[in-house]
């Protein structure tokens, strides 16, 4: 039988080579850093007397002598790695600073020796607010003498002045290239019968909303960022009044980059604003205390939570950088911005009144770490049978303090955001 005709062989389908992909081009950078400052910010300095005590206790003399400014170096030793690690570090200094005051300090009338500003200056800062409510607590006689050591001690002074138009003008830095002008002003004095009656006179700025948008337009026209120091808000409240958010919005649009706020003596939010011309702005509305003799009687486990809120603090952080974004604009704006959870130790409750209480500023995260080397060495050493008596004290005591920080270290991050939250840089560990 004749064979069936062979299949035509199949055809195979033939797929059109792609060409490769372009390769991709890198990422143009938007703009080119110029110069950048950077910036650190605590709150309130108070001096209430047993603050001054600890100090006092805390002396150390040699040849009649202070090696420690009077002791003072010693309370903020602790986060003085910090506030010196900033180009330029800012705080309120809410108190006369007089050699002999007119006013006895009692209760809410504040003074403090000159060795706080020395100290203060040691330990990193470099500029204070002194428009505060306690500027006249030693008269207005006592806010010029206080102006003197604040210039002798090597630092800078915003709010106040000799006449109200040195109060009035700006404090403009030159840091790395970067011109910062700083504002301050207060919502409030104590002792109205110390204040002035003609511009003359020794003056502290108030808030005055129209005023202020005029210092800062200048102030803008003369420097490349601007920082304003607000004295305002309700104490002890931890969120601010609509009108202080309107005024910060308002201050932004006139020019403002970074507004500091301080007076509640508890911490209140971080906001970002965006303005009108596209620079993204902050204001911190409180920045708590920095160091005070406040919440002394807290206990933790035992006292109402809130009334450690007196107790927390930061150091807020941010940077001034000059950008170049290319066809002759250069903008100067703000960058990086976070904060370090602190807190004041103060052991007023467990020394019961016999000696000065110690009171001393830490930073949170470096005291968590310090807790728990301390329990790991103790667990270290434990006897087969258990801890002796005083070492379970101090295991429970160190269990305790280990609690405390980390509720702490929360409840500041809840207040301020925790996207904000900063890491403490890596520093040598201790020798042991």
Same mark, same amino acid.
């Given at each position: 039988?004749?064979?069936?005709?062979?299949?035509?062989?199949?055809?195979?389908?033939?797929?059109?080579? /792609?060409?490769? !992909?372009?390769?991709?081009?890198?990422?143009?950078?938007?703009?080119?850093?110029?110069?950048?400052?950077?910036? *650190?910010?605590?709150?309130?300095?108070?001096?209430?007397?047993?603050?001054?005590?600890?100090?006092? *206790?805390?002396?150390?003399?040699?040849?009649?002598?202070?090696?420690?400014?009077?002791?003072?170096?010693?309370?903020?030793?602790?986060?003085?790695?910090?506030?010196?690690?900033?180009?330029? /570090?800012?705080?309120?200094?809410?108190?006369?600073?007089? !050699?002999?005051?007119?006013?006895?300090?009692?209760?809410?009338?504040?003074?403090?020796?000159?060795?706080?500003?020395?100290?203060?200056?040691?330990?990193?800062?470099?500029?204070?607010?002194?428009?505060?409510? @306690?500027?006249?607590? &030693?008269?207005?006689?006592?806010?010029?003498?206080?102006?003197?050591?604040?210039?002798?001690?090597?630092?800078?002074?915003?709010?106040?002045?000799? /006449?109200?138009?040195?109060?009035?003008?700006?404090?403009?830095?030159?840091?790395?290239?970067?011109?910062?002008?700083?504002?301050?002003?207060?919502?409030?004095?104590?002792?109205?019968?110390?204040?002035?009656?003609?511009?003359?006179?020794?003056?502290?700025?108030?808030?005055?909303?129209?005023?202020?948008? $005029?210092?800062?337009?200048?102030?803008?026209?003369?420097?490349?960022?601007?920082?304003?120091?607000?004295?305002?808000?309700?104490?002890?409240?931890?969120?601010?009044?609509?009108?202080?958010?309107?005024?910060?919005?308002?201050?932004?649009?006139?020019?403002?980059?970074?507004?500091?706020?301080? @007076?509640? @003596?508890?911490?209140?939010?971080?906001?970002?604003?965006? $303005?009108?011309?596209?620079?993204?702005?902050?204001?911190?509305?409180?920045?708590?205390?920095?160091?005070?003799?406040?919440?002394?009687?807290?206990?933790?486990?035992?006292?109402?939570?809130?009334?450690?809120? &007196?107790?927390?603090?930061?150091?807020?952080?941010?940077?001034?950088?000059?950008?170049?974004?290319?066809?002759?604009?250069?903008?100067?704006?703000?960058?990086?911005?976070?904060?370090?959870?602190?807190?004041?130790?103060?052991?007023?409750? /467990?020394?019961?009144?016999?000696?000065?209480?110690?009171?001393?500023?830490?930073?949170?995260?470096?005291?968590?770490?310090?807790?728990?080397?301390?329990?790991?060495?103790?667990?270290?050493?434990?006897?087969?049978?258990?801890?002796?008596?005083? &070492?379970?004290?101090?295991?429970?005591?160190?269990?305790?303090?280990?609690?405390?920080?980390?509720?702490?270290?929360?409840?500041?991050?809840?207040?301020?955001?925790?996207?904000?939250?900063?890491?403490?840089?890596?520093?040598?560990?201790?020798?042991?």
């Amino acid at each position: 039988a004749p064979r069936p005709p062979a299949a035509p062989p199949a055809r195979v389908a033939t797929v059109p080579k /792609t060409p490769p !992909p372009a390769p991709l081009r890198e990422p143009e950078a938007p703009f080119h850093v110029v110069a950048r400052a950077r910036i *650190a910010a605590v709150g309130d300095v108070l001096m209430h007397g047993a603050v001054k005590e600890s100090a006092a *206790a805390a002396n150390v003399e040699k040849d009649g002598k202070s090696l420690n400014f009077g002791g003072f170096a010693l309370l903020l030793s602790g986060v003085m790695p910090e506030l010196a690690d900033a180009e330029v /570090t800012f705080a309120n200094l809410e108190t006369p600073v007089v !050699p002999t005051p007119e006013n006895k300090p009692v209760p809410f009338v504040f003074n403090a020796p000159v060795e706080l500003l020395q100290a203060l200056k040691a330990d990193g800062v470099d500029i204070v607010s002194f428009a505060n409510n @306690h500027v006249y607590d &030693q008269g207005r006689p006592g806010l010029v003498a206080s102006l003197a050591e604040i210039e002798k001690a090597g630092l800078k002074e915003v709010g106040s002045g000799r /006449t109200r138009a040195d109060a009035e003008k700006p404090v403009i830095l030159d840091v790395n290239g970067v011109r910062i002008a700083f504002l301050g002003y207060s919502q409030f004095f104590n002792n109205p019968q110390n204040l002035p009656e003609k511009p003359e006179e020794a003056w502290a700025n108030v808030i005055d909303p129209d005023r202020m948008v $005029a210092a800062v337009k200048a102030a803008r026209e003369a420097a490349d960022f601007v920082v304003v120091s607000c004295h305002w808000g309700v104490e002890y409240t931890t969120a601010p009044r609509q009108s202080e958010i309107d005024l910060a919005h308002r201050l932004f649009e006139a020019g403002a980059d970074a507004i500091l706020g301080h @007076h509640p @003596h508890v911490l209140q939010p971080i906001e970002i604003y965006e $303005a009108s011309d596209g620079r993204s702005c902050m204001v911190i509305y409180s920045l708590g205390n920095f160091i005070s003799n406040q919440a002394r009687q807290y206990v933790h486990g035992v006292s109402p939570e809130k009334m450690a809120d &007196q107790r927390d603090g930061a150091i807020l952080r941010f940077t001034a950088e000059k950008r170049d974004y290319g066809q002759g604009v250069v903008r100067t704006e703000l960058a990086g911005v976070s904060y370090l959870p602190l807190w004041t130790d103060n052991d007023t409750m /467990t020394k019961h009144g016999k000696v000065p209480a110690t009171i001393r500023v830490v930073e949170i995260d470096r005291a968590l770490d310090e807790t728990r080397r301390s329990l790991d060495a103790l667990i270290s050493v434990r006897p087969p049978k258990g801890f002796s008596k005083e &070492q379970a004290t101090e295991y429970v005591r160190l269990k305790l303090r280990l609690d405390m920080l980390l509720t702490r270290k929360a409840a500041i991050a809840k207040r301020l955001g925790e996207d904000f939250l900063g890491e403490l840089p890596q520093r040598p560990e201790p020798r042991p």
